[in-house]
């Protein structure tokens, strides 16, 4: 594409595009001299100008021969453009949302294949802007490991719950990394992902195949990161008081906590995501 189509690209007529191309290549003109360099009428060539003027691509000056224009140097001009075309896209994206069904409940998608659930995976993180909740096992982490890693270098603040407790740095997990056996109890590996609080992916992997849900739905949005955000609160505090933990639950808190639990020992369990010794005064004997 030329010049001028590339301008009318950007919103500008074909007489428009024209005769700012003149201006950039002729400097200082009146408007015989542009209509002449841009092969337009001479008719229309003061109403084409002025045109060009309110778009701000143009500048009038009065001197003592008459009126003049000059072009606008094409960095500003294209400053300018790009501003108005993001206040532009910015209005009409506010329009169009206004317009949507606020009673409208967002889909539940289910993904039934591994391929599809690593597709909707990348498009979460991509499609994140300032959040990332994560809850990931080794071998998804190192499969979106790329986009991760973009996520994190172009501002996007990332939480992970390695949820196999790795040893050692894989490579793939990003950003503030807590490492606790949170991995579910049965075969099979969780990929838990939110986006600014504003879209889900709950996927589950077994030797079966995979499966997994991605929704904007609001209920299930909150529960996952709420599962996220407290499972990661529980472990660290944990973490950081297991030595002193004895003593510290009443009888019936012991047995509201157990109840919880399905193996019906809510120490115990803390002592597998921590990896830690923990005991209460209340089941010495």
Known sequence: MNVNDLLQELGFSDYEARAYVALIGAGVSNGYEVAKAAGMPRANVYT????????????????????????????????????????????????????????????????????????????????????????????????????????????????TLCMQACGAECGGCQGRIHRYDLAPARDGRWLLLVDDECRALAGEVTDAGASAVVTRQRQIVDLIAAYIRQSLALAILTDDVGDQFEGLLSGPARD??????????????????????????????
Not at 86 to 93: D, F, G, H, I, N
Not at 138 to 156: C, I, K, Q, T, Y
Not at 257 to 283: C, M, W, Y
């Open 48 to 159: 084409v100008l002025e045109r060009l003027v309110e778009r701000g691509g143009a500048r009038r000056l009065d001197t003592a021969d008459g009126v003049r224009y000059a072009a606008v140097k094409p960095e500003q001009l294209l400053r300018r453009l790009d501003r108005r075309h993001r206040r532009t896209l910015e209005a009409v994206e506010k329009a169009l949302t206004a317009l949507e069904h606020a009673d409208e409940a967002a889909p539940v998608f289910n993904l039934r294949n591994y391929a599809e659930l690593m597709a909707q995976a990348r498009a979460v993180i991509d499609g994140a802007n300032k959040e990332l909740l994560v809850g990931i096992q080794p071998p998804e982490a190192a499969a979106l490991a790329d986009h991760l890693r973009e996520a994190r270098e172009r501002g996007v603040a990332i939480t």
């Open 256 to 285: 509201a906590l157990n109840a919880l639990q399905p193996e019906g020992d809510f120490l115990a369990r803390l002592s597998d995501i921590t990896g830690k010794k923990l005991t209460d005064v209340h089941n010495r004997s």
